[in-house]
């Protein structure tokens, strides 16, 4: 049995871990809400645009099929892969998920004879990629949970001119999805080419447009003409598509952060319940041996 100085020293050692993981577990929570209010009004704003699509789909579907954002390579023979990781650890197996799938799309691509361009976002994932030997082409650490709309423009701007130039043929993004607090899958997503979706948001996106300058009944005018709508509107949708993966990325981190500081919070609880049942065993045992020694010595003196 471990003597009672070094139990103590050890409960002190695991209360002290228990605070960190605890307040650690807080702040996890605090950022998670705030994220999730954030990804709430990018619904609200997403769902605004694909209903304006639908207005506008049928009338401009020439256009659309056009636009070089949406135009779609009969061979892709490069392919770039943005890898979103996190900057800080504590968070459970987030970053391993992510990075299993990244390597896995990078054999396959490498296996096919196409050698994906590899942007790594966060410490973890270039740190990883660093050990294994894996060569990265671009990295960025910036792209935090404190981004906010306007920030994704330059690495949109930088991903489209890549497509737009023909350097690459497609480009795939290796994030974290949040389903439900309890669930977060990883997986690839396509951002470009850029697909609109299929399905009108409004019943009346349905309807045969009407023609310039009038509105029929349950067909919405819109002004300028359709065509020159998409010029502003694939930006946009393609900015808040690609901001709505980012905030599921951190909103997932943090989930799983909570969940493994809350685990850890656990652990240090039943840990120092099992530490002080062995220090006062262990103070016990040492008050009756000492108790013992005293009443030998007092029996020995009347000998």
């Known amino acids: 049995m471990a003597r009672p100085r070094v139990l103590s020293k050890r409960i002190k050692s695991v209360s002290s871990i228990h605070k960190i993981t605890k307040t650690m577990q807080w702040v996890a929570q605090s950022r998670s809400l705030k994220i999730q209010g954030k990804t709430d009004r990018l619904v609200e704003f997403a769902a605004g645009l694909e209903r304006l699509l639908g ?162 009944a349950g067909t919405p005018l819109i002004e300028p003409d359709p065509a020159r709508m998409l010029g502003g509107l694939i930006p946009l949708m393609m900015k808040a598509r690609f901001f709505s993966l980012l905030l599921e990325a951190f909103l997932s981190e943090q989930m799983q952060r909570t969940m493994a500081m809350t685990n850890a919070t656990e652990n240090a609880d039943s840990m120092i319940k099992r530490l002080t049942r062995e220090y006062n065993r262990a103070r016990q045992a040492q008050i009756t041996g000492e108790m013992i020694e005293i009443i030998g010595g007092s029996e020995g003196t009347k000998r």
Not at 70 to 98: D, F, P, Q, W
Request: net charge positive; with cysteine.
């Open 55 to 216: 207005n506008i789909r049928e009338s401009a579907a020439a256009e659309i099929g056009g636009h070089p954002w949406c135009a779609a390579r009969a061979v892709e023979r490069k392919t770039a892969l943005l890898v979103i990781t996190s900057n800080r650890g504590l968070c459970g197996g987030y970053n391993t998920k992510i990075l299993q799938v990244a390597r896995e799309r990078i054999k396959r691509l490498s296996a096919e004879g196409k050698p994906p361009f590899l942007y790594v976002t966060g410490k973890k994932g270039i740190a990883y990629f660093r050990f294994i030997g894996q060569a990265v082409d671009k990295t960025s650490v910036d792209v935090t949970e404190t981004v906010d709309f306007p920030m994704v423009e330059p690495i949109i701007a930088e991903l489209v001119g890549m497509f737009v130039e023909g350097k690459v043929d497609a480009v795939d993004v290796v994030s974290m999805r949040y389903r439900s607090r309890g669930s977060q899958e990883p997986m690839a997503t396509r951002i470009l080419p850029f697909s609109l979706g299929q399905g009108a948001a409004d019943p009346a996106a349905k309807a045969a447009p009407a023609a310039a300058g009038t509105a029929s």
